[in-house]
């Protein structure tokens, strides 16, 4: 009998978009859809002879209109913190071909907030936030914490950025600057294992889900929450819509989605201003949310790790995630105006 616990994770480049028009009053980036439809399906195909025991977490879509089970036997549905979880654990036995997953279908729109606002005091932050989205998290498997605002490094580190500032909207604004000056995107081949934050920290480096918990780490070490979103990017560059594996931050800043802004850790741009118009408190329509942090190492062992499985003679295991009857329904161009508006018109 065989053990076999796949870590399926990926990291993607995110293009800073092009800009169409530069006036004394405002900005135009290059047009983007803006509102989209389609079905996403995702889960793994399964080529089995012998015997199996299979015990798999998948999460549904965070803002699903309707969701379909593409194997509809021995599972549960669970629900942790705003996510929807379905558990399969089940045994299957003989030679045979079948697929275990979800299919839902998703109207997803762009979302933006001005950079002119105004945050909540974080000495003013509810102090269940605080506690919930403050903490060190990380796997099992990891020998440090994946995310840790309790390093002394770190906390230093996100104590110079704050200086005296003490509007969580500004904080976390300069800790996303101090994040695009001094890291830059690399995927680290041959280990899909996330790094540890205080190693991003010291490589000055890392792909999607390394520069989210290391921007993590820092918003919370000055006691901002902040979370990591885990889900997909919508990537059309080669003509049909694919799905990348992703992952991206929120962070609290009193004002937005309950409080919540969207933070896009993975831009290649060299241009910082541009960084901030573009991924700061910007998600657009192409981010498809699976999984949102709720600030445990539950939360944190759910979204990195795939199945389970337990097997006698021979299986195969293969992911697969498929977008379909996809429309792009409006489009826009982000506009950002000197004073610090911003929209997609």
Avoid at 10 to 28: K, M, N, P, Q, R
Avoid at 223 to 236: C, E, H, L, Q
Wanted: hydrophobic share 35%.
């Amino acid at each position: 009998m065989k053990v076999l616990v796949p870590l399926l994770i990926a990291s993607i480049f995110l293009l800073s978009g092009c800009i169409d028009i530069i006036t004394e009053s405002y900005i135009v980036y290059a047009s983007s859809p803006t509102l989209i439809e389609y079905n996403i399906s995702y889960g793994y195909r399964i080529y089995l002879k012998g015997n199996l025991n299979f015990n798999y977490t998948c999460p549904v879509p965070v803002n699903s209109i309707e969701t379909k089970l593409i194997y509809p036997y021995g599972y549960r549905k669970e629900k942790i913190g705003e996510n929807i979880l379905i558990k399969w654990w089940f045994n299957e036995s003989g030679e045979k071909n079948f697929s275990v997953g979800i299919t839902s279908k998703l109207v997803v729109k762009s979302f933006v907030v001005d950079l002119n606002r105004k945050g909540v005091k974080i000495d003013e932050i509810p102090e269940d936030l605080i506690n919930q989205y403050c903490r060190v998290e990380s796997t099992k498997e990891s020998e440090k914490n994946l995310i840790d605002p309790r390093d002394p490094e770190i906390v230093s580190l996100a104590l110079s950025i704050k200086g005296e500032e003490n509007d969580a909207f500004l904080v976390a604004r300069k800790i996303f600057e101090w994040l695009k000056k001094n890291t830059c995107y690399k995927a680290h081949e041959g280990n899909a294992n996330p790094q540890p934050a205080i190693e991003t920290l010291h490589l000055k480096s890392g792909d999607c889900d390394d520069l989210t918990f290391l921007y993590i780490s820092l918003c919370r070490a000055v006691n901002i929450p902040a979370r990591f979103i885990r889900g997909y990017i919508i990537d059309t560059s080669k003509g049909s819509p694919r799905a990348v594996p992703h992952a991206w931050a929120e962070v609290y800043v009193g004002f937005g989605r309950d409080g919540w802004i969207p933070v896009e850790c993975s831009g290649t741009s060299n241009d910082v201003e541009s960084e901030v118009y573009q991924n700061f408190g910007v998600e657009d329509a192409h981010h498809i949310r699976i999984f949102i942090d709720e600030g445990s190492n539950d939360s944190i062992e759910i979204s990195c790790k795939g199945p389970t499985l337990q097997y006698t003679e021979e299986v195969d295991l293969e992911d697969f995630v498929i977008i379909n009857e996809y429309k792009e329904i409006s489009y826009g161009s982000l506009t950002v105006y000197r004073d610090g508006r911003r929209e997609f018109k």
